[in-house]
């Protein structure tokens, strides 16, 4: 039998397949061993295809690019610790539900535990990480290969959106010759229809009718509720609306949640529960939890296990490290508030319960306001809120963990109109930039913004090598980890050494360096008006930590002097 290139019909079979199933985006860090699949993915003109020079950083891009699409996308490296270095991204993307197709080459059977060069052991690389792991073994021309080949790679994209949607492993040994041999390929062809191989519809987990009624009778049962949005509510702002309306209840909407709208919000929740005399009053009777908790610790604690709380998650993960929870319901967090809201029937126009919350919220947020608008050196929680309020409508605004989403949280305005991301499945600071890269290259057609700190960035200051994209990334430069400054290891005498970690270096003269236009801005006032571009720049904004501490606790003051209580 004349011999046919199955290395290359292998990988064409596989992209096909991906393509067919909706994937439109992959990532690749180049390499040798991964030849036939980067060459695969790279010739297939329903793809748009991403180089980036170092593995974790192309592991966040892709992540980056699925979490704003909501589509699977496949990010591929060669053999060896390269694959190692995608762990943090699939961490990440396993805790955050983003569907990622990690695709990782490696070497034959026989080559390992033998000594070869950049082999080690892949099998179950990623542990339980990942959704589902495939090792298909070295493609070989053999009757109907085609069948399984393609049948892998749809159920690679079924798995990886769930429920719950994450990333998964597939591990792929190839035998040299790498490059296509100019031989036929193997046949492997696709349905004629156009259709993938096989076509997988996602589960749904509507509500039934007993758990409309329960929850409707519990939320009429107690006039004192709050509904609360963390990450990864599910909720549209609509339904949120409607519950808030019908239930007469306050909404506790972290910025992340996609639920810190008008009218209904509530968005100083963290600088009111500081005030002892308004937190005790305000103790609701019953809360429904939408996503994972609210980043403030003070909101999480004051949440705690004597409150009787209901926790949605149609994934049914257990979302709940303050053991809280008193009912859990696994369905779709959006049906079940809408169903709620429409047993609930016409709302009382007045609630007094809520308007407590609103009134108090009018009077933190002008408190808020009064000091973040004080003339003076700049703070995180002023350039947070002034980028989020002045991003356009459609605009995607990316936040890091550690203080920028806790600044965020703290200082946010309720408004529609701007999607708000973050990184929080694990709340780690890696892979940022390319994060932002990804989702700012996830949709072109409107601007997209990160705002980090400082380590953060230089933590992915390789993801700016190559990258592009109509994304400005505002970095907040207080010369260390400024978050420790408000823990208890600020007291501590190692305290710069071990927590605060000095840097030390001009952050513009990093981005420049890394080939991106930057500038520094020490106006607060001015930042606003110089986030919109169409190439991917870095905002330097020097921040006093001590300083910033001192604004940030007048804030707390002011709030709780504004509603009559005390801290």
């Not at 191989?197 to 509720?225: C, E, K, N, Q, Y």
Request: one cysteine or more; a negative charge; glycine letters at 8%.
């Amino acid at each position: 039998m004349t011999a046919r290139d199955v290395n290359a019909a292998f990988a064409a079979a596989l992209v096909d397949e991906w393509a067919r199933s909706g994937v439109t985006d992959a990532v690749v860090a180049p390499g040798s061993r991964s030849t036939p699949l980067a060459l695969a993915l790279e010739r297939n003109e329903h793809l748009r295809v991403q180089v980036v020079l170092d593995e974790r950083s192309a592991a966040f891009r892709a992540l980056g690019l699925a979490l704003a699409s909501g589509r699977p996308v496949v990010v591929l490296c060669t053999s060896g610790t390269a694959a190692a270095n995608f762990h943090p991204a699939v961490i990440e993307a396993s805790y955050a539900r983003v569907p990622l197709i990690v695709c990782t080459a490696d070497r034959p059977p026989e080559l390992r535990d033998t000594g070869a060069g950049q082999t080690i052991d892949q099998t179950h690389l990623f542990g339980r990480a990942v959704r589902w792991f495939c090792d298909p073994g070295p493609p070989v021309d053999e009757l109907e290969a085609g069948v399984g080949w393609r049948s892998l790679a749809c159920r690679a994209v079924a798995e990886s959106l769930g429920p719950p949607s994450g990333p998964v492993h597939v591990n792929l040994p190839f035998r040299e010759p790498l490059v296509p041999t100019g031989a036929p390929f193997v046949d492997a062809p696709g349905r004629r229809d156009g259709r993938p191989w096989t076509l997988s519809t996602r589960a749904t987990r509507a509500p039934a009718p007993a758990d409309l009624a329960r929850v409707t009778d519990l939320v009429r049962a107690h006039p004192r509720g709050l509904l609360v949005a963390g990450w990864g509510a599910g909720v549209s702002p609509i339904t949120a609306a409607r519950f808030a309306a019908g239930s007469g209840w306050p909404v506790l909407a972290d910025p992340i949640s996609q639920l810190r709208v008008p009218p209904f919000a509530i968005s100083t929740y963290e600088a009111l529960l500081r005030a002892p005399g308004f937190a005790a009053a305000h103790r609701p009777d019953l809360v429904v939890r939408v996503g994972a908790p609210l980043t403030s610790k003070i909101a999480t604690a004051w949440l705690g296990p004597a409150i009787a709380q209901i926790l949605v998650d149609a994934d049914g993960a257990w979302l709940d490290p303050a053991r809280a929870a008193s009912e859990r319901f696994a369905v779709d967090a959006d049906a079940l508030l809408s169903g709620v809201a429409d047993l609930l029937g016409t709302p009382d126009p007045v609630s007094t319960w809520r308007s407590e919350w609103r009134d108090a919220e009018s009077r933190a947020r002008a408190a808020i306001d009064a000091v973040l608008d004080t003339p003076g050196d700049a703070m995180e929680a002023r350039v947070a809120r002034d980028v989020a309020a002045a991003l356009p409508n459609g605009a995607t605004l990316v936040v890091a963990s550690s203080l920028p989403v806790r600044a965020l949280e703290w200082s946010m305005a309720p408004r529609a109109g701007v999607r708000v991301l973050a990184n929080r499945g694990a709340n780690g600071i890696d892979g940022f930039v390319s994060t932002v890269v990804g989702v700012a290259e996830a949709d072109r057609s409107a601007p997209t913004v990160g705002l980090c700190g400082d380590l953060c960035f230089l933590h992915d200051a390789n993801g700016l090598l190559g990258a592009r994209g109509p994304a400005t990334i505002v970095v907040l430069d207080n010369d260390g980890g400024g978050i420790f400054s408000y823990l208890p290891p600020a007291d501590l005498p190692e305290f710069e050494q071990l927590f605060g970690t000095p840097h030390g270096l001009d952050l513009v003269d990093v981005a420049r360096a890394h080939g991106v236009a930057a500038e520094r801005i020490d106006d607060a006032g001015k930042i606003a008006a110089a986030i919109a571009g169409d190439d991917l720049r870095v905002i330097v904004v020097p921040i006093e930590r001590a300083k910033s501490v001192e604004r940030h606790r007048a804030v707390w003051n002011a709030v709780a002097h504004a509603i009559g209580s005390t801290t």
